[in-house]
Structures are given as structure tokens and as C-alpha cells.
């Protein structure tokens, strides 16, 4: 049995430890609070929440306090960081990233799902449906990975926190911020739960939100635009981002080509993705269009490097350029392109 001096001391001891243990956890919190970026503090922060105000009707008190909730992200800021070490381009990696046997069966599959939907989209808009699953498929894999960052934390980092020692792209991120902010004001979009990549798109679709103020269609005329679940509204939106930016029924996406010699390949490759040349003229110059029915319109030659092995060429049309809108990367559009070429063999195919 205790005696009633050693139960006191024990106890003592015990609150003592206690309340050790809660001031270490204060202190800790405390430590963690102070090394806490604050966004709002930032003047381009007060700047953005003015402009919302007067744009949007957004209290300037309010994007603040949305904005005080918003958290740094070190793993995305090392994800815009460029490699330590700078390799060699690979277009064959990056086409075996996206096309590929899991991406064309699950790919059908969405097609088949959503075989209605897809020809009303082509129907009102003029773009192929394989071409619209195939940019759905090479984003979220037909919305399986719509990513996981909280948004508002993603744009607000790079933002306000965008790495140094490369091209400063803040200005665009906190753009869309804004952007993000104005869509959630005047959608069912809650700024505190949206999930979406490191960058900042969402949906299935993968919009920057300035692309879902200024593309997205509500397809399925519910009176709400909703991207995550409405595979009519993804759909419908990526049809009409392609038409909007210029796609065309009927004209070419990608020529495949064979090069005849690469005296004149520096001319040719300077316009980049741009349509500039004739087919007549990328004949006289050595490029050689292959396939059964040549395009009448002006085309870019696209130099697709693989690394050590020798290059690629194909040639890119209106079409081509138009899907480089979505993403401004010659590799990503050549990637959805062939990704809806499989897409519709194999559905001819399996029909």
C-alpha cells in the first residue's frame, strides 16, 4: 500500500510531465506557425484581392482569408524545378508513357461508355471523337488520376513562392489564382476542397481554371458546369476548346514523312509547330509526305528527337497546331494524335 507522501509525489511528478509535454507541443506549433508563409501578407496578394473585388464582387477581406488558409507546397515547388542533370529529349519515352496497351483497352472502353456523348460532341463541334478521348486518356487516364494537390495551395504556391534560377513563371500562376478564386466564387466549386494536379488543372480534362471560365460547356444542360463528374461537361469542353483554338473538319493533323536529304532541315524546322510550308514546297526542299491522301494546306515539319538513335520527322497541320494549344508541346500533340489513331483501330477492329 502507498503512503499518502509517496501517492502526492508520484502524482506531482506526473502533472509535472504533463505539463512538460503540453508546452514542448506549444513551442513546436508555435516554431511551425512561425516559419509559416502567410500569402495574404503579400502585396500581390492585396493587389489580387482588390482586383477581385472590383471584377468579381469579391470582399477583399474574403480572398484574404481564403488566402491565409492556403499552404506552401515544397513538393511542388521542386516539381516545376528543372533536373540537376539536363538529359537528351526522348520521344520514344514520352510516346511509351501515353502510348500504350493499358491507355488504348481502357480508352475503348470510355469510347463504348460513352459512345452517345461522344458522337453529339463531334456532331456540334467537328472534332473526332478518338481525338477527344485520346486528350482525356494522355491527361487523367479517362479521369482515374485527376491529382491530388489541393489547388488553391498548388497556384497559390507557385504564385508567391515560384522557384528561382529558371524562366519566372509566377505572373501566369497567380492569374489563375485569381482565376480560381472568381470560378469558385460564382460555381458550386468549394476553394478549400478542389483537388487537382501540381499545376493547378482539374477535371477530367485537366483545365487551368481560366480555361474553365472560358471553354467549359455545361453538355449536359444541368445548369452547372462540373468537370470532375459530368462526363457529358468534359467532354462537350474539351470538344469546344479544340473548335474555339481553331480546329478545322476535315484538315490535317499529322503527315508522316520521309526525308529525302536535310540540306535546307534548319529553314524548315525554324517555324517550329506553325503550318508554313506547302507540300509542294516541303517536296522541293527534300521532305517526302507519305500516305494515301496528301493534305492541300500548309504544313510545319516536326523534329521529334529520340535520344541517341536518329531523329524523327512528321509533318503537322492545322489540326496538329491546334491540340499543341492544349498543351504547347510538339511531343504531347504527336502523343494524342497517335494515342487516337490506336484508339480507332482498335475500336474498328473489335466492331
Not at 73 to 88: I, M, N, S, W, Y
Not at 127 to 133: N, R, T, Y
Not at 181 to 199: M, P, Q, R, W
Not at 308 to 333: I, L, P
Request: charged residues 25%.
Amino acid at each position: 500500500m502507498l503512503t499518502p507522501f509517496l501517492t502526492t509525489h508520484r502524482i506531482f511528478k506526473y502533472l509535472a510531465s504533463i505539463l512538460i509535454s503540453t508546452a514542448l507541443c506549444t513551442q513546436a506549433v508555435q516554431a511551425e506557425d512561425t516559419n509559416r508563409v502567410i500569402f495574404a501578407d503579400s502585396v500581390q496578394a492585396k493587389a489580387m484581392a482588390q482586383r477581385l473585388q472590383e471584377k468579381e464582387g469579391i470582399a477583399v477581406a474574403d480572398t484574404l482569408a481564403l488566402l491565409q488558409k492556403a499552404e506552401l507546397l515544397p513538393q511542388v515547388v521542386q516539381a516545376v524545378k528543372p533536373p540537376k542533370t539536363k538529359g537528351v529529349r526522348n520521344w520514344d519515352t514520352y510516346r511509351n508513357r501515353f502510348v500504350e496497351p493499358y491507355r488504348i483497352r481502357k480508352g475503348v472502353e470510355f469510347w463504348n461508355e460513352n459512345a452517345g456523348i461522344l458522337k453529339e460532341a463531334e456532331a456540334r463541334y467537328g472534332v473526332p471523337q478518338e481525338v477527344i478521348v485520346a486528350i482525356i486518356g494522355v491527361e487523367t487516364i479517362y479521369g482515374q488520376h485527376i491529382g491530388n494537390y489541393r489547388v488553391l495551395d498548388s497556384l497559390a504556391t507557385l504564385a508567391f513562392a515560384y522557384p528561382e534560377g529558371q524562366k519566372d513563371r509566377s505572373e501566369f500562376f497567380l492569374n489563375e489564382l485569381e482565376a480560381f478564386i472568381a470560378l469558385c466564387n460564382k460555381t458550386h466549386l468549394d476553394a478549400l476542397e478542389v483537388k487537382g494536379s501540381y499545376a493547378g488543372a482539374i477535371g477530367l480534362g485537366q483545365f487551368m481554371p481560366s480555361s474553365w471560365i472560358a471553354y467549359a460547356v455545361d453538355g449536359d444542360a444541368d445548369g452547372i458546369v462540373d468537370l470532375f463528374n459530368s462526363r457529358k461537361d468534359a467532354i462537350f469542353s474539351v470538344a469546344n476548346f479544340l473548335k474555339v483554338h481553331g480546329w478545322e473538319t476535315g484538315k490535317a493533323t499529322r503527315v508522316l514523312v520521309d526525308i529525302q536529304h536535310a540540306d535546307n532541315l534548319t529553314e524548315l524546322l525554324a517555324p517550329d509547330i506553325v503550318p508554313t510550308f506547302t507540300p509542294a514546297v516541303l517536296h522541293e526542299k527534300g521532305v517526302k509526305l507519305t500516305g494515301q491522301a496528301l493534305p492541300d494546306e500548309k504544313l510545319a515539319l516536326i523534329e521529334l528527337v529520340r535520344g541517341e538513335a536518329e531523329t524523327a520527322y512528321v509533318a503537322g497541320g492545322q489540326n496538329f497546331y491546334v491540340v499543341t494549344r492544349y498543351n504547347r508541346s510538339s511531343f504531347y500533340a504527336n502523343a494524342v494524335l497517335e494515342l487516337s489513331e490506336a484508339l480507332r483501330l482498335r475500336k474498328r477492329m473489335a466492331n
